[in-house]
């Protein structure tokens, strides 16, 4: 095969690859935007059960904490009863999604939570009419339409000093 007709048929081929992945990474995008609205925003975890693989795994710096244990890592049932528990704890909770940037199986997700925490779930101090806010990144791996990693770093520190200036 000629040289020219070599790099032609490699640039097709690359075309394809980049259309295919654009594909995917609008799929996925759309996955999150999904989780974020359905999951995060409404508590339906029917739409929890259908957008999280089983195999799935949480990972972040205050996975520890949260699990008042040092696991580094949580599941899908640790993070179900985790999302229950901020509901009870943060009934009108509200996410926002600031950036969304997919490449191939991954997304990545900067984002703000807002919401007005009740009282004893989690351990949060009730803040009343008071809105809380943090803002973090999360980057989510996807696999045959399901999330099956999640890496979540957000501003701890931020919404514990929140909680006490509201006391």
Known sequence: MPHWRLGSFLAIMLSLATVSLQA?????????????QEVLNKGNMEVFDELIGKDFVYNGPQVAALQRSEAP???????KKLLADTRKAAPDLKVTINH??????????????????????????ATGDREVS??????A???????????????????????????
Do not use: F
């Open 24 to 36: 995917q990474g609008a799929d996925n995008k759309t996955i999150i935007r999904r989780y974020v």
């Open 73 to 79: 890592t949580m599941g899908k049932d640790a993070v």
């Open 100 to 125: 969304l940037i997919a490449e191939g199986d991954m997304v990545t997700i900067g984002w703000t939570a807002k919401g007005r925490p009740k009282g004893s779930a989690l351990n949060l101090t």
């Open 134 to 139: 943090v803002s973090g990144i999360t980057i």
């Open 141 to 167: 791996r996807i696999r045959d339409g399901k999330i099956v990693e999640d890496h979540t770093y957000w501003n701890a520190g931020g919404l514990v000093n929140q909680l006490r200036r509201r006391r």
